[in-house]
């Protein structure tokens, strides 16, 4: 969640408008997340990559979802590393 928020962040700042659904932030922030030279194209998919962690922290664990301890950690880590790259895209 930190990491959606970081990107709603950036999409309230350039559009004034954050959109209603995680798909809509999906979208608006990639296409935002271009022109800025802080976050990597690795950063730009974040949102995409982790949807199913927002759905299993939501609504529980789904049948066949494998998400491991070292799956979170990774989760963790890049939403540190989009939220220090929103903060310097909006310096």
Avoid: C, W
């Avoid at 930190?2 to 995680?22: S, V």
């Avoid at 798909?23 to 995409?48: M, T, W, Y």
Wanted: charged residues 20%; without cysteine.
């Amino acid at each position: 969640m930190a990491g959606l928020h970081a990107a709603n962040a950036l999409i309230f700042e350039r559009t004034d408008a954050p959109p209603k659904a995680h798909r809509g932030a999906n979208i608006v922030f990639a296409r935002l997340a271009q022109d800025e030279p802080a976050i990597s194209e690795h950063l730009r998919g974040f949102l995409g990559r982790y949807y199913v962690l927002k759905d299993v922290s939501d609504y529980g664990l789904a049948p066949g979802s494998n998400i491991t301890p070292d799956a979170i950690q990774e989760v963790i880590t890049d939403a540190r590393l989009l939220i220090d790259a929103v903060r310097q895209a909006l310096v």
